[in-house]
């Protein structure tokens, strides 16, 4: 075992230490603890020099991967860069030291901020207006059925209780109907991966709340027949949600609400490039075109609190790092620039998958939009699966692709390169690509037990899951 490779418990010596406290002062106000508040043992923390700790953990830190680190590929989540300016605007003394109670007099610049960067989404997606609200893309998803909801039962329409997922649809969609009381229905897919429209009209009816899409679909694919399924939604009485997981291409290309959508929430740690990944934070703010805009939840940013609203989603008015990154990203690209991201990440895509198709089996052979999926290897003789081929990657220094998401192909691989990655990153992760089909066919064993430089190898991810160690033990070490 390397130095670096040993846990801080395992660099622990009695009687080492790396700082030193000045003495109790209190120890005769002990008293004053309730006793079931004291402890009774001391911690059983390791005892390490300074610079111990610090190795320890930096060296923790490399094995770390972000976009920061490489390509990042993983498909219907948009791991776009995060320009660093976007950080040190964010960082700016004068929005560190807000706090959410302050009264609305003394931050007019943020209540500022709010309003512009709501006027610009609905400018960049075509809807009336935006509450900045939620915390999460999850979060904001709930919220707009909950807009959806309050709607109909505003209208006095009750029982317009079931929404309408596509069977190629992001997981979070028909959970989060589910959390706000709706019954979920599933259209199915075509053979070219867009939505069965004549199965659609086999489900719409007086019961229907409405249909949660994104435009292109989970497949990367755009739905050519959008007008044609906005208006049979609409005229059934119900409404279009969009999930805007997928929003990266129609940048400056094309605007959900001109296609008919009444409802939508935007990822802006996807689309909008402020960080991704480690549970948070986020944004999922939520637009709306003009009919419902009475619906918005509370608080909101003119103070106003109409008849018919949705109710509080959270405490304040979303998570206001989130939101300055979003909008430094906006402001930075300007009308003109951001206007090319759309394109530059279809090219990158499509690059992608046209110059790999021959190694992988691609299942819908069109023109995709930000995302595509291959099905396994061209090759699948040799037993050599999706998940062996994502464990190969790391050893060429890429994070892996999606995989086995979405469920409609057995060996589903999704690959996102956004715009941000140059020609030069996404030929050498081709390279690379190219190079596990051929150990596939040549070398076979040697893929399916990969990873073989990594500092973890192959878990057993059910054992991991069922029995999690969350511990440090002598008896059961995490690597």
């Known amino acids: 075992m390397k130095y670096y490779d040993k846990l801080i418990f395992e660099l622990s010596e009695e009687g080492r230490c790396g700082y030193s406290l000045p003495e109790n002062r209190w120890e ?133 209780t079931r929404v309408i997922v596509p069977d190629s649809a992001h997981g979070t969609n028909p959970a989060s109907a589910a959390v706000c009381g709706l019954e979920v229905v599933q ?31 989970t497949l990367g694919l755009f739905e050519t027949r959008i007008e044609e399924i906005a208006d049979l939604v609409h005229a059934c009485g119900g409404l279009l949600y969009y999930d805007g997981a997928n929003m990266n291409p129609l940048l400056g290309v094309a605007r959900p609400g001109d296609m008919g959508f009444d409802i939508m929430h935007l990822n802006l740690h996807k689309t909008f490039s402020t960080p991704h990944g480690g549970g948070g934070p986020g944004a999922g703010p939520v637009g709306v075109t003009k009919r419902l805009e009475s619906c918005l939840p509370l608080p909101r940013i003119d103070g106003e ?66 995302e595509f999926v291959f099905d396994g290897l061209a090759g699948q003789s040799t037993g050599v699966t999706t998940l062996d081929v994502a464990k190969r990657l790391l050893d060429y220094g890429f994070h892996a692709p999606t995989v086995y998401f979405p469920l409609l192909f057995h060996q589903s691989i999704m690959i996102e390169p956004t715009e941000t990655e140059s020609k030069e990153t996404l030929d050498s992760f081709i390279e690379a690509m190219r190079k596990i089909a051929v150990e596939a066919a040549t070398d076979p064993d040697m893929v399916r037990s990969a990873p073989h430089g990594t500092p973890v190898r192959r878990p057993d991810e059910t054992a991991a899951a069922r029995h999690p160690v969350l511990k440090y033990s002598l008896t059961a070490k995490s690597i």
């Open 28 to 160: 005769d106000n002990t008293d004053s603890i309730p006793s079931g508040l004291r402890r009774t043992l001391r911690p059983n923390l390791p005892q390490v020099s300074e610079p111990d700790a610090v190795r320890h953990y930096t060296n923790l830190s490399d094995m770390n991967f972000g976009v920061d680190t490489g390509f990042y590929p993983l498909g219907s989540c948009t791991m776009k860069y995060n320009p660093k300016i976007n950080e040190e605007i964010a960082g700016m003394a004068g929005f560190q030291g807000i706090h959410p109670l302050q009264p609305r007099s003394t931050v007019q610049g943020v209540m500022k901020l709010y309003g512009d960067l709501s006027a610009a989404l609905s400018a960049i997606t075509g809807m009336a207006a935006f509450t900045l609200n939620p915390f999460a893309g999850a979060h904001g998803e709930l919220t707009g059925l909950m807009i959806m909801r309050r709607y109909h039962i505003c209208r006095g329409d009750m029982k317009r």
């Open 187 to 217: 259209v199915k897919s075509l053979p070219d991966g867009t939505i069965d429209v004549d199965h659609l009209k086999t489900l719409l009816d007086d019961t229907v709340a409405g249909i949660m899409m994104t435009n292109p679909n």
């Open 305 to 370: 609190e109409p008849e018919g609203n949705a109710g509080r989603v959270s405490g304040f008015m979303g998570n206001f790092g989130v939101l300055m990154k979003a909008y430094a990203y906006i402001l930075m690209l300007g009308k003109q620039n951001i206007r090319l991201a759309g394109p530059l990440a279809t090219l990158n895509a499509n690059y992608i998958k046209e110059s790999l198709k021959d190694c992988y089996r691609l299942p819908i052979d069109r023109v995709c939009k930000h």
